[in-house]
């Protein structure tokens, strides 16, 4: 590293993401653990970008098409402080604004706790649901039960008498 550039989480952070993408290995489920990781650090997420990946993009631009891979962005600024707002459960401070950036961390505290509810319960529905499926108490989908069939048939016909 160069000895006048400064190392902060920000630039740590895109390192690590633009390495992930240049490497093939970034994905979505990645990109949420590593962003979910700088969030507890306190990363300044408004900070400017400055490297980029072999292939020219930005990490606001990594960011956006891996998280989104349908969407066309207008705004890849935009779009990225959607997606880490949308995975740090909260709203951001912004610069501009004095009473949101004055915010303190209580203010964030009741909606940490009722996303921390409902991702509770999500998981307790889908374990619920599983543990029916395994024990076959669960009825299985007529889709796929006919799915089934129809494969079935198409092989006990194709067997030469």
Do not use: C
């Not at 902060?8 to 992930?20: A, C, N, W, Y």
């Not at 880490?84 to 964030?108: F, K, M, N, Y």
């Amino acid at each position: 590293m160069p000895k006048g550039s400064v190392s902060t989480p920000f630039r740590v952070f895109e390192r690590v993401v633009i390495s992930l993408y240049d490497g093939g290995v970034l994905s979505p489920a990645v990109l949420e653990r590593v962003i979910g990781a700088f969030v507890q650090a306190g990363t300044d997420w408004r900070s400017t970008t400055s490297a980029r990946s072999v292939d020219n993009r930005s990490l606001h631009e990594i960011v956006v098409l891996t998280m989104l891979p349908g969407e066309a962005p207008k705004s890849a600024l935009a779009s990225f402080m959607a997606v880490v707002e949308h995975i740090a459960g909260e709203s951001l401070p912004t610069r501009a604004t004095s009473q949101t950036a004055g915010a303190s961390a209580d203010d964030a505290r009741p909606a940490r706790a009722k996303n921390r509810k409902q991702a509770d319960t999500d998981e307790d529905n889908a374990t619920e649901e599983l543990l029916a499926q395994l024990s076959g108490s669960a009825q299985p989908d007529k889709r796929r039960r006919t799915k089934k069939r129809a494969r079935r048939r198409v092989r006990i016909a194709s067997i030469p008498s």
